[in-house]
C-alpha cells in the first residue's frame, strides 16, 4: 500500500484503508473516499490533488490525501 498522493496524474486507483482520527474517516467517507471505491487523480499542483470520485470532483490537500492507501 501507498498514499494516493503517490498516484500520478491520470491514474486510476483503488482505496484500500483510509487511515486517522474517526472525524477524518467520516469526512473522507462523506466525500466518497471509502475502501474498494475507483479514485481516477485529474492533477496535482503544489502536492493538493483534485480527484475524480464517484462523478464528483473533490480537491484534497496533502495532508488528507496522504490519510488514503491505495
Known sequence: MMPLTMAQPGQ?????????KDEVRQHLAELGFV??????????IGGNLICKVKDSRV????????????
Do not use: F
Open 59 to 70: 480537491a484534497l490537500n496533502r495532508d488528507m490525501a496522504c490519510r488514503i492507501m491505495i
Open 12 to 20: 486510476t486507483v483503488v482505496i484500500r484503508k483510509v487511515t486517522g
Open 35 to 44: 475502501v474498494e471505491e475507483a479514485v481516477t487523480v485529474i492533477s496535482v
